[in-house]
Nanobody, 115 residues
Framework: QVQLVESGGNLVQAGGSLGLSCVAS????????MDWHRQAPGKQRELVATITSAGSTSYADPVKGRFTISRNNAKTRLYLQMSSLNGDDTGVYYCAAWVAGRAIWGQGTQVTVSS
């Protein structure tokens, strides 16, 4: 089994930057892709960025060019570097690890962008 713990969420001014981290433990050798998702108040959870087992990255249009997803080769650390933040980036950010076709979720970390 895999366990995930996010950290790094904070209050940040519009236009600022923030980095999030996710620590994976347990049977991390079983992890395939890893994702970042977010959920704004009153909205559904949405995919933000993904990194495949081979290391390819993809981003949702609203964050393309502003966010960068990365991980270590052992898939025990997942990162999201966020820049040029705006109010639409506010929400709870979750990391996810895909194991045998199923997503394992962290507990989430709050990101609040103030104007």
């Amino acid at each position: 089994q895999v366990q995930l713990v996010e950290s790094g969420g904070n209050l940040v001014q519009a236009g600022g930057s923030l980095g999030l981290s996710c620590v994976a433990s347990g049977d991390t050798f079983s992890i395939n892709a890893m994702d970042w998702h977010r959920q704004a108040p009153g909205k559904q959870r949405e995919l933000v960025a993904t990194i495949t087992s081979a290391g390819s990255t993809s981003y949702a249009d609203p964050v393309k060019g502003r966010f960068t997803i990365s991980r270590n080769n052992a898939k025990t650390r997942l990162y999201l570097q966020m820049s040029s933040l705006n109010g639409d980036d506010t929400g709870v950010y979750y990391c996810a690890a895909w194991v045998a076709g199923r997503a394992i979720w962290g507990q989430g970390t709050q990101v609040t962008v103030s104007s």
